[in-house]
Nanobody
């Protein structure tokens, strides 16, 4: 079992930045590919970014490339999402998730563990 707890969300003006964090319980954090997803009201959950077990490989949704950066610290059991140049359309609940397949995937169904989410609201 892996428990994930996100933090760092909030209300920010367009153009602003936030740093989201996700802390995992357990000693096997380094075995998991980690991903960030988001879900806006009335919309499906969508992929944002993912990072490999070692942190050497990353993948981003086209909508966030160049603005968001995913990173991880395996010693701290933590994955981060630095979100810059925020837009109102980035408003959503952001979730972190863990997948043990060893492949960076963008489909929510492939991830085994999920956090409770953190709200990001961007005002115009």
């Amino acid at each position: 079992q892996l428990q994930l707890v996100e933090s760092g969300g909030g209300l920010v003006q367009a153009g602003g930045s936030l740093r989201l964090s996700c802390v995992a319980s357990g000693r096997t954090f380094g075995r998991y590919t980690m991903g960030w997803f988001r879900q806006a009201p009335g919309k499906e959950r969508e992929f944002v970014a993912a990072i490999s077990r070692s942190g050497s490989s990353t993948r981003y949704a086209d909508s966030v490339k160049g603005r968001f950066t995913i990173s991880r610290d395996n010693a701290k059991n933590t994955v981060y999402l630095q979100v810059n140049s925020l837009k109102p359309e980035d408003t959503a609940v952001y979730y972190c998730a863990a997948d043990d397949t060893g492949v960076i995937l963008s489909t929510p169904v492939t991830y085994d563990y999920w956090g409770q989410g953190t709200q990001v609201t961007v005002s115009s």
